[in-house]
């Protein structure tokens, strides 16, 4: 690939697929996955993706993700939007939508800062220890497991 041109990859989307696409040289993307699955009721975190169907959120009163900034966690709870969901009102795939978008642009940002201080590795490594896509125990003998 060309060192002076920017690389482009269209229709991956989960954060560990963006995660080594970055590290193997892409620069932006261009996929559906965050909507499509916010349409859905599937929201990301920083530990790992969450169904707001699932019976276990149905009166949980905390945001999506503490300490997000989008509008579906500053001002909803789990539990209203899950019922929102449950009700087919379009307000509840638009917050998972909403919310979603804002934290695949924030892992964006997080990328970039991770690049700009030469910290790419051990960034990916934490991201996806943390959203429970690895396994260190496995990683550090050599195997490294996806889950």
């Not at 859905?40 to 169904?51: E, I, P, S």
């Not at 449950?86 to 979603?100: D, I, P, Q, Y």
Request: glycine letters at 8%.
């Amino acid at each position: 690939l060309p060192e002076d041109k920017p690389t482009y990859l269209m229709g991956v989307g989960t954060p560990q697929n963006i995660l080594e696409s970055v590290e193997r040289g892409v620069d932006f993307f261009d996929c559906v996955y965050p909507s499509r699955n916010g349409r859905h009721g599937h929201v990301y975190t920083n530990a790992g993706k969450l169904n707001l169907f699932n019976a276990k959120y149905e009166t949980d009163s905390r945001p999506i993700e503490e300490g997000c900034e989008c509008p579906a966690c500053k001002y909803h709870s789990r539990a209203y939007i899950r019922h929102l969901l449950k009700a087919k009102e379009m307000l509840g795939m638009r917050l998972c939508v909403l919310h979603n978008l804002y934290f695949y642009n924030t892992m964006m940002e997080e990328i970039r800062d991770a690049i700009d201080a030469g910290n790419f590795r051990s960034y990916k490594e934490e991201k996806l220890y943390n959203m429970g896509q690895i396994d260190r125990e496995k990683e550090m003998s050599g195997q490294k497991k996806f889950h």
